[in-house]
């Protein structure tokens, strides 16, 4: 079942990733048809993708989002973890009892789920009750816990959101996140601006036609993008909560664990003190319940209670 489940998901996830590839495509191309002024659609596609003319602004955008990616991937860390204050833990080396906790149920997880590294584990100084998981490979993977969540979850539920992050890790669906963050927001970008242009009204058919569906993508693609991000978003959290009770044996503790991150942000407002945006879509809940990236709390219990 958790196999199945898993699969269902990941398949949801590379749809939704080729989508994002061809709408990007497609905006770099109907710029380039614009610039090259097309006599028609179809004979500006054909150039372009035939390469009888270069398709210039479709490869310095996609060069610019695999830049911004690969500096992603380089800088993550001070990216996600900035605006607080934050240690990493020693997993072999624990002083405290809390990080000895802390320590052992991350090695307890790491043997069960049979993996062959141990991501880096940090406790960051915050009110509220949150985690996420990042990294672009098994070799600079990390978790972080705020430390209300530490202190205000049982350890077996602390080691089921713990094992939420660490199934996040092996679905390799954070790249995959990262990723369509990227293209998304560049996406948004190269069809916003790159159309004002080329205002030239004297423009052939075929890039004047181009020119109106960028107009119309620029309406369109906001909406399309939160759409394909919930989507994306939720299915990784389906997938992760799956992961998690495989993990622990058990969906209890992750049950409780969200039941009481849930009431913890009901009743305060400290998804407002929280001054880094970057970590919003990687928490493991999320505050707002218009376009969220998360599913709603019961469902997720909804379909840990059904497993």
């Known amino acids: 079942m958790f196999d199945k489940i898993i699969a269902q998901n990941q398949l949801k996830t590379k749809i939704v990733i080729v989508i994002y590839i061809a709408i990007f495509l497609l905006v770099g191309l109907l ?59 020693d997993i072999d080396n624990p002083k405290t ?32 009750m949150n985690a996420f998981a990042s990294g672009w490979s098994k070799e600079n993977s990390l978790i972080a816990l705020t430390s209300a969540l530490v202190q205000n979850l049982t350890y077996e539920e602390t080691k089921a959101v713990m094992a939420h992050e660490l199934s996040h890790i092996r679905h390799g669906d954070i790249r995959l996140t990262l990723m369509v963050g990227i293209l998304s927001n560049i996406m948004l970008l190269v069809a916003n601006y790159g159309v004002m242009f080329f205002m030239d009204s ?6 004047r036609n181009a020119r109106m569906i960028l107009l119309v993508l620029q309406f369109v693609l906001p909406l399309l993008t939160i759409v394909l991000q919930m989507f994306l978003s939720r299915s990784r959290e389906y997938m992760a909560d799956s992961g998690a009770s495989y993990l622990m044996g058990d969906s209890k503790p992750m049950i409780n664990a969200l ?3 849930s009431n913890n942000y009901r009743q305060s407002d400290y998804s407002l003190v929280d001054n880094n945006p970057t970590r919003s879509a990687l928490y493991i809940f999320s505050a707002k319940e218009i376009f969220s990236t998360h599913p709603s709390i019961e469902n997720r219990i909804r379909a840990l209670m059904s497993r």
């Open 97 to 128: 009892k809390q990080e000895r906790d802390l320590s052992c149920m991350l090695k307890e997880l790491v043997r069960e789920a049979r993996i062959d590294f141990t991501p880096k584990l940090y406790l960051m100084e915050a009110p509220y």
């Open 202 to 207: 004297r423009r052939e058919g075929g890039a």
């Open 259 to 261: 039941q009481k991150i």
């Open 31 to 89: 710029l380039d048809i614009i610039r090259i002024n097309a006599t028609s659609l179809s004979y500006g596609f054909y150039m372009l993708l035939t390469f009888k003319e270069v398709p210039i602004i479709t490869m310095i955008s996609s060069l610019i989002a695999c830049g911004i990616i690969w500096y992603s991937i380089n800088n993550f860390k001070g990216i996600l973890l900035g605006g607080t204050e934050y240690k990493e833990i």
